[in-house]
């Protein structure tokens, strides 16, 4: 049982709320409107949304049905226009700068449609980028960086330049430097959108498995059924709401 939208609200944005133990994102009444060439665009209309801990959830719809608009807010982004986003017990509605820094450095690893790589990086210092910035040791940092890279099948790319990887390679260090910080949520944005078939499917099964052996939950946006069909559950948006 969930509780009531005045008792999530009650709770500060530092404050753990009571959210059912197997749910890691509870989504209410969200809706999140925004200003284009003079008119109002209301992007997401009144949203509601659980996911449990550990689900691989797709979600599958049109360009500017609202989808990557969504991710967005989970991901820490862009704020709701109303309603109570929570995630691990936490509302995304009521943060501050500060809370939304340490959200996207400790709870959410995003990968990106267009990789987001540092091209003179070599594949390793990428991967490692975020927990340096967290302040993880060096040493450390490229341990677990050296261990993601390995189980997405890198291992042999350590010391490459981002640059002249090819762009299914770019994608698989692109997860592994979202999982670098041990996120409870992984927040995929279109990840195999830039991809040939055949490298998109090697960054699926990367992702679908490295999440599930590290029973993380993940939330993906897609345009492609193909795609979303690894998930263990699809959800489809058009303007703005599920359907």
């Not at 689900?55 to 989808?67: H, P």
């Not at 993880?136 to 350590?158: C, I, N, T």
Request: charged content about 20%; proline content about 3%.
């Amino acid at each position: 049982m969930t509780q009531s939208r005045a008792q999530q609200r009650s709770e500060s944005s530092g404050q753990s709320t009571s959210v059912p133990h197997e749910a890691l994102i509870e989504v209410r009444g969200v809706t999140k409107s925004y200003q284009a060439d003079n008119r109002t665009v209301h992007a997401l209309q009144g949203i509601d949304m659980s996911v449990s801990r550990g689900q691989f959830v797709a979600i599958v719809g049109r360009s500017g049905c609202g989808k990557s608009t969504l991710l967005n807010l989970l991901g820490g982004l862009d704020q709701p226009t109303s309603g109570d986003m929570l995630v691990a017990g936490r509302n995304l509605a009521t943060f501050s700068e500060a809370d939304f820094t340490r959200y996207r450095r400790d709870v959410a690893g995003i990968v990106f449609q267009f990789f987001n790589l540092l091209p003179l990086l070599t594949v390793r210092e990428n991967a490692a980028l975020p927990a340096l910035l967290a302040g993880v040791p060096r040493s450390e940092s490229f341990e677990r960086a050296d261990r993601l890279l390995q189980s997405v099948g890198l291992e042999h790319r350590l010391q490459q330049q981002a640059s002249l990887l090819s762009g299914g390679e770019q994608q698989r260090v692109a997860i592994a430097r979202a999982l670098i910080n041990d996120p409870q949520l992984v927040l995929a944005d279109e990840p195999t959108g830039n991809l040939d078939s055949q490298s998109a499917g090697g960054v699926l099964d990367a992702l679908r498995e490295l999440c599930r052996s590290q029973n993380k939950t993940v939330l993906m946006v897609t345009h492609s059924r193909e795609a979303a069909a690894i998930a263990d559950r699809i959800e489809e948006m058009r303007d703005g709401q599920f359907i």
